[in-house]
């Protein structure tokens, strides 16, 4: 097997592509978000979706083609079998696929629910994910989620998006 073909299928190679597609229905999923800009340069509320979909598709890119940039940069050389080469990256795929689900689902929830109980969620679950606890993830999501919306509602005066809950709060 030739050290183009064992790049080609490296698990970098396939986290990469896999990544790059969640980036691709995630951005399908935030094009019909309606467009309510306050103003020039507004983004408005797809701006948020759009830029993470856009993040997740350049970063995917990266990683797929980083082993076929390296398999040609040492293709003279002779190297260890696709077995013995350590992926860096077979194990946060792991952990990546439940964050890249969190995303898709906060680009989804986003237009209905708003800002504030969907980026209090995506918060939450992402520090109860990282082991923070129970009342430190409640109380930092709820200082940041608010924080932020004071920040850009006050300070920038920009609305952010609201939702079903949002006449509740």
Known sequence: MTSSRAADNSPDCRFGALIALIGILALAAALPISHRGSGK??????????????LLIVSGLAVAIRPLL???KHSTEQSESPEQQPSA????????????????????AFPLLG?????LALTWTQLLRSRQGLLRSTLV????????????GRVFSVMLPEGLFESFL
């Open 141 to 152: 999501a709820i200082v940041l989620t608010i924080g932020v919306k004071l920040l850009f």
């Open 89 to 108: 990256v077979v194990e946060p795929a792991r952990s990546v696929a439940p964050i890249a689900l969190l995303l898709i689902t906060y680009i989804i």
């Open 70 to 72: 390296s398999s040609s």
């Open 115 to 119: 800002y504030t109980f969907t980026t």
């Open 41 to 54: 340069g507004d983004p408005g509320s797809r701006g948020f979706p759009l830029a993470l979909s856009g």
